[in-house]
């Protein structure tokens, strides 16, 4: 069964910096790329980075280029996104999330929910001006 738990959200000022972490269990961490997205209420889930399974290849959509960073060390099961120079409407619920199959895409026409159906429980970011 897979799971999925988020942690490292919080409350930071604009300009601050946060670093998420998932913990990834009950399937082989290293066989499967993986997401973050986010989520504010009343509106569609949006893709956030997206890593391939050994990590090497990574991707952001254009809105969020420049200031997130995904990684993940496959040996901790352990998927991460860095935050930089955060601002208000970063506000959202992240949720990191597994790819549907091993075989796997991580950009704009994969980072989607149908492609990444398995989602953690989320954390919270809230950013203040």
């Known amino acids: 069964q897979v799971r999925l738990v988020e942690s490292g959200g919080g409350s930071v000022q604009a300009g601050g910096s946060l670093r998420l972490s998932c913990a990834a269990s009950g399937y082989i961490f290293k066989y499967y790329c993986m997401a973050w997205f986010r989520q504010v209420p009343g509106k569609e889930p949006e893709g956030v980075a997206g890593i391939s399974s050994g990590g090497a290849t990574t991707f952001y959509p254009d809105s969020m280029k420049g200031r997130f960073t995904i990684s993940r060390d496959n040996a901790k099961e352990t998927l991460y996104l860095q935050m930089d120079s955060l601002k208000p409407e970063d506000t959202a619920m992240y949720y990191c999330?597994?790819?549907?199959?091993?075989?796997?895409?991580?950009?704009?026409?994969?980072?989607?929910?149908?492609?990444?159906?398995?989602w953690g429980q989320g954390t919270q970011v809230t950013v203040s001006s």
């Open positions: 999330a597994r790819s549907r199959d091993i075989s796997c895409g991580i950009n704009d026409m994969y980072l989607t929910r149908v492609e990444y159906p398995d």
